[in-house]
């Protein structure tokens, strides 16, 4: 195979993509997450219960479960024709990045309870209270093992998905006996999801702050149920509060005041840029991280309330 220098494939991508600020700041944020992360875990109280919930989470039959579900579904759907008229590498992206995030959000819901609402009711809580480990160490300690576990599932997924990419580009061409794809498009393929797999682990972060939060006070059940609606409705509040889009008054009122307090879960969605095959710019993401810290420290703090005032006898 021939030797394909990476600069000018960028340049045939796009103008964003060969400038290196778009790449450059990202990796900087990302690198100092992962540095104070990293220091939290190995240096803090809150790391112990990080850690432990980690491995909580890792052993349970369900992760291994849903990773083999996500990597399967992800190779079927290489292959599965979706007679869309030319366009099943979007479909294919599409559908893959919504496995990613469907399986990476039923693993932090289904943890969150069993790490914290079943841990309280069967009394294991107070036993690691017992210890010098306040209450709002154990929560944020669970919020991370949460998102850590949750991010050990999403790296085997999204290896797969992104080596499925540039094949399926490859065997579509051939299915459709059209030329042979060059590397610039296999490249542009690939590098346009890399923006929609950040934004699908911001989404999961935010609705696992809140079922940490609902984990505090109600089982298993009750915490599906609600993190589903939060789910359905976060994606559906742009459009109840569109403009011409709701006519009675008090309606428009409690839509507004629903996209209000629930996350507006539409800003995370990339199936646009798919449709359109443009690249995400780097200020969305920085807006959208934004937004994803303050609606899961807001979340994380309910969850102080909550937590503080539960009867652990």
């Known amino acids: 195979m021939p030797s394909v220098d990476l600069l000018p494939v960028l340049a045939q991508i796009s103008s964003q993509a060969t400038d290196m600020g778009y790449w450059l700041w990202p990796i900087i944020v990302t690198s100092v997450l992962l540095i104070a992360w990293t220091v939290v875990e190995f240096t803090t ?6 850690r432990g919930t980690t491995k909580e989470a890792i052993r349970q039959p369900i992760f291994l479960l849903l990773m083999a579900i996500a990597i399967i579904l992800l190779v079927v759907n290489t292959f599965v024709p979706f007679f869309s008229m030319g366009d099943d590498i979007k479909m294919h992206k599409d559908c893959g990045l919504a496995t990613i995030l469907i399986t990476g959000l039923l693993l932090a819901v289904w943890t969150s309870s069993t790490s914290i609402a079943d841990e309280i009711e069967g009394k294991t809580a107070m036993t690691v209270l017992s210890k010098p480990i306040n209450r709002r160490q154990f929560i944020v300690g669970k919020y991370l093992g949460i998102l850590k576990a949750v991010l050990f599932m999403m790296i085997p997924v999204v290896i797969v998905f992104m080596l499925t990419i540039p094949y399926k580009v490859g065997y579509d061409a051939k299915e459709s006996s059209l030329p042979d794809p060059t590397t610039v498009d296999r490249m542009a393929s690939l590098l ?47 459009v109840l509060v569109g403009e011409g889009v709701l006519k009675n008054e008090f309606v428009s009122f409690m839509a507004r005041l629903i996209s209000t307090a629930l996350p507006n879960l539409d800003s995370f969605n990339m ?3 798919v449709a359109t095959g ?36």
């Not at 109280?45 to 990080?50: F, N, P, Q, V, Y």
């Not at 959208?288 to 979340?299: F, I, K, N, R, T």
């Open 45 to 50: 109280r809150i790391g112990i219960i990080s």
């Open 192 to 238: 346009q999801i890399v923006p929609g797999i950040i934004l699908i682990f911001f989404e999961i972060a935010i609705l696992s702050a809140v079922s940490v939060a609902i984990s505090t006070r109600l089982p298993m059940v009750v915490n599906i149920v609600t993190c589903f609606s939060v789910f359905v409705v976060g994606h559906l509040t742009p």
């Open 271 to 273: 199936q646009t840029a």
């Open 278 to 313: 443009v690249m995400v710019p780097p200020v969305y993401l920085g807006n959208a991280a934004l937004y994803c810290g303050v609606y899961s420290l807001a979340a994380i703090l309910l969850a102080f309330i909550l937590f503080e005032e539960r009867d652990l006898a």
